[in-house]
């Protein structure tokens, strides 16, 4: 069950950030991850086995259950199988290698013979999750079936005693029916794997040396869809409810550790494919190195060819939540030009652009009211057509450190199968240092399990 503790840190892989060594705190995005989870029944199978060997009855007096003058010991002859039934439940057949011997006589006087016999011992388990993280059983008896009856051969004299055995088994199978749910229950108890888990989950992940750049999880809710069971497999969906908070230049304080998992709530609606936020930011200094790349000693004309300005600085900065792009201009006109708009996506570029929704002109140049609204249009229209900052390349690293992480065996008999479905920026948050960008990941992820021992 290390899985569980190897599998916590999933999600912080997930998380693709770039940053600067300045004491800066990402927004805290609210996200959600669904995970199906896959137990083939053949596991279960396996684990059962694995618990349960060689002799589970012996009597080995002749005097007690009111001088019966009978001795028997039962074995697990080979392998217990387990089937799944409609409802939820499970038929477990254990087959049962059983030797007896018998005394046959009166007044004390007792001839004693001993024979092998085999039988199959029928169980069916409703299976069901707690909200505690625990399986619950409620195993009944199903008979029992021979494979072959036991007879004692005392030469002329053959006693069948399946009657005598049948009795003392009935009362034994009574009683395996409580041993089976309390083996389950302690098996499967996943608390202290996943108090594990949770604590690793919640302390801070060192991103990146370079920038010093830190990650903090703080789960907030699991929810978990009932228990199914289908011919092969039981399987449910597991959801984590959760915050993502991204530290630039300090090491964030570590939760507090946990004692106990919350429970969970059972939710039937939890979707297979699911929206994961992760956040990057982009500084303003990289947004303006960005912009003098594009525009800076760029020329364009006005009215004519011989009107022409000149770009000789460029600084891009936040505003009151807008996007400013300053441009120094000389020529026909020497001043400032202030174009302010909002950050958007364009899917097709794959750049964060600027949709302009206001201009202002800082100028000594007294200008003609024409040759204003001119030079407005066309710087503009030459930053919504020409600058934008690229997210393709940050694009391409998230989506495949996620198809990675979602397609590996961290330890042995855990695997995750996945793939993401689509991935795009979706929105811009700005603060006086960083462009903030929320990137949206939709994506199908599974957990499937095979070989597990315990």
Do not use: C
């Not at 705190?25 to 059962?48: A, G, M």
């Not at 199978?173 to 919640?202: E, G, M």
């Not at 809710?221 to 497999?233: A, G, H």
């Not at 106990?260 to 990057?280: C, E, G, M, R």
């Amino acid at each position: 069950m290390n899985a569980l503790k190897k599998f916590s840190s999933i999600l912080s892989i997930l998380i693709i950030i770039s940053g600067f060594a300045q004491t800066y705190t990402l927004p805290r995005i609210k996200s959600s991850v669904t995970l199906p989870v896959s137990l083939p029944i053949s596991e279960i199978n396996n684990l059962v086995n694995q618990s349960i060997k060689g002799i589970l009855y012996q009597d080995q007096s002749f005097t007690d259950h009111n001088n019966d003058q009978l001795k028997i010991k039962v074995e697990k002859q080979s392998d217990i199988r387990i089937k799944a039934l409609t409802n939820n439940r499970l038929m477990i057949s254990v087959p049962l290698k059983i030797w007896a011997e018998k005394g046959y006589g009166t007044l004390g006087y007792y001839m004693y013979k001993d024979t092998n016999f085999n039988l199959i011992m029928n169980f069916i388990t409703s299976i069901s999750a707690t909200t505690d993280w625990n399986l619950d059983t409620k195993t009944t008896t199903a008979g029992f079936v021979w494979t072959q009856k036991p007879v004692l051969d005392y030469g002329k004299v053959k006693i069948p005693i399946a009657p005598f055995i049948e009795s003392i088994l009935t009362d034994q199978q009574a009683q395996f029916t409580t041993v089976i749910d309390k083996q389950i229950r302690s098996q499967f108890n996943l608390q202290p794997y996943l108090v594990t888990a949770w604590n690793q989950f919640s302390k801070p992940i060192n991103i990146s040396d370079e920038y010093n750049t830190w990650l903090k999880i703080s789960p907030q809710n699991i929810l978990m869809s009932p228990l199914q069971v289908f011919q092969d497999k039981i399987k449910t969906t597991v959801g984590i409810d959760l915050y993502s908070e991204t530290f630039v230049g300090q090491i964030p304080q570590t939760t507090s550790a946990i004692t106990k998992v919350p429970n969970f709530t059972f939710s039937s609606n939890l979707p297979n494919i699911f929206n994961l936020q992760t956040t990057a930011n982009i500084s303003f200094d990289e947004a303006t190195k960005i912009a003098k790349q594009e525009f800076l000693n760029k020329e364009f004309a006005m009215n004519s060819e011989e009107k022409k300005i000149k770009i000789v600085d460029v600084l891009v900065y936040e505003d009151k939540q807008n996007m400013v792009i300053e441009a120094h201009t000389t020529g026909e006109v020497n001043g400032i030009a202030f174009i302010k708009g909002k950050p958007f996506y364009d899917v097709q570029a794959h750049k964060v652009k600027l949709d302009v929704f206001d201009f202002n002109l800082k100028t000594k140049n007294i200008l003609q009211k024409t040759l204003t609204v001119v030079f407005e249009a066309k710087i503009k229209n030459l930053i919504e057509s020409n600058y934008g900052i690229p997210l393709l390349d940050i694009e391409n690293a998230s989506k495949k450190t996620i198809t990675e992480s979602f397609n590996k065996e961290y330890i042995e008999g855990i695997r995750l199968k996945g793939n993401v479905i689509d991935l795009k920026p979706t929105q811009f948050l700005l603060s006086s240092k960083y462009i903030s960008v929320i990137i949206d990941s939709k994506a199908q992820l599974e957990m499937l399990i095979s070989g597990l021992s315990f």
